[in-house]
């Protein structure tokens, strides 16, 4: 393929009507798809229907504390439920806490209690002129959301293809004690699908920050979410490396089974130190009588353990990979060799991240939606929406079919040609 | 019988040795009995037991709008939940929003959020240099110890009999605007029992407040909870009446099932203005990708309507009376012309409080301790744990068997007697 900024401005142009055709045609087929959430399809969640009949009114309901789970009783998450999570995050039982049904909860309410208590006896946050995040982009716009919902102070880090700059990481953090956090999706990140290299984890844990209360948010929301047997990224267990780096306090870790079980209707945690989880607990106490035992009941006992969840992910894979090639496989055909944008194949998680051309990201995601495709919003994948190169766009391939995901896809493609046309052919006749 | 203030101290110091006598024997049994916590008993759990057999999976998921509940999707809770629990707090159904298993969390975050935010734009309470809230004594320890968690100053507000002195409360509502709030438990109060009375809440719906986001907290936790079909007290809707008063956005409403179906595996919701739940929405969608609408979905079905709650908690009352009864019964027949402390006989609720003579309330709950009786901690019904009187004691009859709760009232009716005697003996000796 020739690559589009060597065609001649008359060979654009021709392309251009051709596409444009073709484009009006798939248009006129009124297309109402969507790529724009990480939601899982029906088919997934068929997946966990038993669990469903794993507590009836004929079941023990009591958990192996001895605990009638109906009951109230056990504020942080009953014993089986703590192991089943603590296997799933790679931690020992006793670094783990559970929670509700949502880990953006867990780390929404991580972030309310800095900002009024502080960290472990720290300042509480809204007493502090200034609190900065760094925030490594492209990202995952709910955490964006949370920061500026607490009006602390975005940073951008960039991306490299083993996890954040750590560079720029380290010195930012060990120079300025207004930061207090970093957001990380260590493991097949939202959107790129990246996986943090072990250089990178062990850089993490041997961070040394100007701030006593600066804490690394790892929320590995995608552990276990592999799409091949065969083909797994690794990641080096974070704690535990804090731990060893003489960095005990220094990250909290974030997981649900969201995309395990049912979104909405899983079950979700924290795993940290001894005393970052004796923080927490005090607040907890405040907080909540305690979540919902028998939910995480019910998850405990239809998994059993962590090879019963190890297998039940292999399933969603199974739904998952056939729809990720669809979508890859029409970029791979229609845009390899182009040179109009750049993306990853990767091998978990949930999106699929698209780089444009400068300038082009709008402008694609306004061309599909006239298509009747919706994507995610250009530039919410950037702290304050804000994509300072208009570049990034998220594409996620989980609720549609793969044959309606390869109807989008090339809604998306077609868009990606045109929009770059259009921004080649006036940089060639300026 | 005759009170005794005016036995001599001979007659005192002999019924002293026989009380004791009485105590040593039942001593002996090593009772273990906890009249602690207003926890159901395990007959009532299983009332709801069939609630474990609603969804199962050939159940279809689908709420009324349509939505598959195991999915993403509808934050502020399902129309059938919402239905249900609109009646059930006796607001139309757009003035209410389904929240996660507890309605404590919803305070507390009720809470912490206008300390981050404000209320509907007002300055954060976290910026303010003192906050105040008004908190009828006796009280619940739970709402005391959130505020006393975000550094609020808490008033005393006596109880009468008809709900909150409302004269102090007007007093002090109006003039000071660091106070932001007054804690409630408006029917069948924890720990008396008492209903606000009609007048009681049309001054509530009244007050005209110096502070713009000065909230009422109505924990009406106990709304249906009634222990009689033929005696039962009536509330005043507060919203309609704040309404009706040119005060609509002065309340929030708190309510839960928690003491309907299983606790901690409940459904909460805080019910408001229109104003107050955009605000209240602002922030959910920061916090939560929603809360769990299986859940939600399975009380909607389980009890259908209001209809069906009412007579589910019918079957509750049946098991819940006789406890009481048997708790009263002993405090009437044993404790009753002797002028050594007061109750109520309530008619719905948890609870049933008692006030013995000043100085007395710690010594007797040692006292019940002593023969395996565990009670409320003296004190715990009062902001920082500090009943000025040392006089209320909370009993809780849900969760013992009636035999267990008729063994329990001696003990504590001995253990009134002994210290009061002790209190007298010194008096009449000093």
Chains 1, 2 share one sequence.
Not at 298 to 307: E, G, L, N, S, V
Not at 338 to 355: K, V
């Amino acid at each position: 393929m020739t690559p589009y900024k060597d065609l001649s401005v008359e060979e654009l142009t021709t392309l251009k009507s051709e596409l444009e055709k073709r484009f009006d045609e798939i248009k006129a087929q009124n297309l109402k798809l969507d790529m724009s959430r990480g939601k899982p399809s029906k088919a997934q969640l068929d997946l966990s229907m038993g669990m469903m009949d794993v507590l009836n009114s004929d079941t023990d309901l009591v958990c192996e504390e001895g605990v009638d789970c109906r009951n109230y009783g056990v504020l942080d998450g009953i014993r089986e439920a703590k192991q089943l999570l603590a296997d799933m995050t790679e931690v020992p039982i006793d670094n783990i806490v559970i929670f509700g049904n949502s880990s953006l909860n867990v780390m929404y309410d991580t972030i309310a209690r800095s900002m009024t208590h502080g960290v472990m006896g720290s300042t509480p946050w809204c007493k502090l002129d200034k609190v900065k995040f760094l925030c490594p982009v492209p990202g995952y716009d709910r955490h964006f959301a949370i920061t500026e919902h607490f009006g602390i102070e975005m940073i951008n880090v960039p991306m490299t293809d083993e996890g954040p700059d750590m560079d720029m990481v380290e010195e930012l953090v060990s120079s300025d004690e207004a930061i207090k956090g970093i957001w990380c999706v260590p493991k097949y990140s939202n959107p790129q699908g990246i996986t943090y290299s072990d250089r990178t984890v062990q850089r993490f844990a041997r961070l040394k920050p100007a701030a006593k209360d600066f804490r690394i948010y790892w929320d590995n929301a995608y552990g276990i979410h592999h799409l091949y047997e065969d083909k797994q990224d690794h990641l080096i267990e974070i704690l535990m490396e804090c731990k060893k780096e003489g960095n005990p306090d220094m990250v909290y870790k974030f997981c649900s089974t969201s995309k395990i079980s049912f979104p909405g209707s899983g079950v979700a945690a924290i795993a940290a130190s001894t005393a970052n989880l004796a923080d927490i607990r005090k607040q907890m106490s405040i907080q909540t009588i305690g979540h919902d035992k028998l939910n995480q009941l019910r998850h405990a006992r239809f998994y059993k353990d962590i090879h019963g969840m190890v297998e039940h992910m292999k399933k969603h894979a199974d739904i998952l990979r056939p729809k990720f090639e669809a979508v890859l496989d029409v970029m791979e055909r229609e845009l390899g060799g182009l040179e109009i944008g750049n993306w990853i194949r990767p091998r978990g998680g949930y999106f699929i991240s698209f780089d444009a051309l400068e300038g082009c990201a709008k402008a694609i995601v306004a061309k599909t939606k006239e298509a009747g495709v919706v994507m995610t919003g250009a530039g919410a994948t950037f702290p304050y929406g804000k994509d300072p190169k208009d570049s990034n766009i998220r594409i996620a391939p989980s609720f549609p079919t793969p044959e309606e995901l390869s109807k989008a896809a090339d809604v998306f493609v077609l868009s990606v040609k045109l929009v770059s046309i259009d921004k080649i052919l006036k940089e060639k006749t300026a």
